[in-house]
C-alpha cells in the first residue's frame, strides 16, 4: 500500500435518526502504512456497517484501491442505515460503499436522495429473503401462518433500522397474515447466533437474510418461496456518494464507476475478507484477493 493513514472512526446518532456527530472509536486501522499523508490528493471519508459484511468486504476494497489512487481514507463505522444516510446527506461521510438504494433502501433515498450522488451499482443480482433451515417442513411463506407454534411464533431478524427489517414488518408480514408473529430485532450479530444455536439443535427456526451474504453458504439453510412478491424485487448494490464527490474526487469516482463484480467475483471477495481472515486481516484478505482477481474489474489497481 501507499504511504497514507487510515483512521476508524463511528458515527453515532444523536437526538434520532437526524443528528449524526463524528467521534473517534479506535485507533489506526492496522491495513493503513505509515508516511506522509501531506502529499496526498486529500481525504475520502468512508461509512459502513461491519456487521453488514456486503459493505464491510467492499468498504476495505475502495480503501486499498483509493489509498493506491493517493487519498488518505478515514473508515467510519454505523449501526445503522439512518445515520448513514444523513451523513452522506450532510457531507459527514463522503461514500457508502454498499447500498440498496432500488428496494431495499428506497425510503432513505426518497427523503435524502437529493443530497446524494450515485456513483455506480457495483453487483446487480441482490435480493432480501426469508430463510429457514434445510430440515425444516415448509417450503413458502405461504406455510408460516399456519405454522406459528413451529417457529414459537417468532421471525429472528437483524437491526431494527435495517430496509431488511422494514421490508418484513411492512410488507412481507401483512401479506402473509402473519399476526400471530413477532419479529425479534437487534443485530445481524445475535440473528446469526440464533441461527447457529438452532441448526447444532436441530431445531426450527424462520430468519431475516438477504443475497449475497455468506451465511447462505456457511448455513445448512433455504430460502422460502415468495409467491406475493412481498419481499421485493431482485436490485443492485451501489455506490453512493455525497453530492458533488464526482466533481471534487474524478480519478476517484471514475475508478469506483468502473467496479463491477459478478457472483463468483463478489462472493470470493466476501469470502475471503469475513471468513478467511476475518477481523483485524481485512487489508490482507484485500491484498489476497487482488492477487487471486487481478482482472476482476476494469481500472483494479494492483501493487
Known amino acids: 500500500m501507499m ?3 487510515t483512521k476508524t472512526r463511528s458515527l453515532a446518532m444523536i437526538g434520532g435518526v437526524a443528528g449524526v456527530a463524528l467521534a473517534i472509536a479506535g485507533c489506526a486501522d492496522g491495513g493503513a502504512s505509515t508516511g506522509d499523508a501531506g502529499d496526498d490528493k486529500g481525504t475520502i471519508t468512508l461509512g459502513y456497517i461491519p456487521s453488514w459484511t456486503d459493505g464491510l468486504s467492499t468498504a476495505y476494497l475502495l480503501e486499498d484501491q483509493l489509498e493506491k489512487l493517493g487519498y488518505t481514507v478515514e473508515m467510519e463505522t454505523l449501526t445503522e442505515a439512518a445515520p448513514l444516510y444523513t451523513g ?12 440498496w438504494p432500488e428496494v431495499t433502501h428506497a425510503k432513505y433515498m426518497e427523503e ?8 455506480g451499482a457495483y453487483y446487480d443480482n441482490a435480493k432480501l429473503t426469508i430463510a429457514v433451515p434445510s430440515y425444516t417442513d415448509i417450503d413458502s411463506l ?22 431488511l427489517t422494514g421490508v418484513t414488518e411492512d410488507s412481507m408480514m401483512p401479506a402473509y397474515g402473519l399476526d400471530d408473529y ?8 445475535a440473528m446469526l447466533t440464533q441461527l447457529g444455536n438452532a441448526i447444532e439443535a436441530e431445531e426450527d427456526i424462520v430468519v431475516t437474510l438477504w443475497r449475497p451474504f455468506w451465511a447462505n453458504s456457511a448455513f445448512d439453510i433455504k430460502d422460502l418461496e415468495d409467491p406475493k412478491g412481498a419481499m421485493g424485487d431482485t436490485e443492485a448494490l451501489h455506490f453512493l456518494g455525497t453530492t458533488g464527490f464526482a466533481d471534487k474526487y474524478p480519478d476517484a469516482a471514475k475508478l469506483i464507476a468502473g467496479i463491477q463484480l459478478d457472483d463468483e467475483a463478489y462472493g470470493s ?5 469475513v471468513n478467511q481472515y476475518g477481523e483485524g486481516r481485512e487489508a490482507e ?18 501493487d
Open 3 to 5: 504511504g497514507t493513514r
Open 88 to 99: 452522506l446527506a450532510n457531507g459527514d461521510i463522503d461514500i457508502y460503499p454498499s447500498a
Open 112 to 119: 435524502y436522495g437529493d443530497d446524494i450522488e450515485d456513483l
Open 142 to 163: 405461504d406455510d408460516l401462518a399456519a405454522n406459528a407454534d413451529m417457529f414459537g411464533g417468532e421471525i429472528y431478524g437483524i437491526e431494527p433500522g435495517a430496509g
Open 182 to 189: 413477532k419479529l425479534v430485532t437487534s443485530s445481524t450479530a
Open 269 to 273: 471477495l466476501e469470502d475471503t475478507v
Open 285 to 302: 484478505a484485500i491484498d489476497a484477493w487482488l492477487a487471486a482477481n487481478p482482472d476482476a474489474f476494469e481500472g483494479l489497481l494492483t
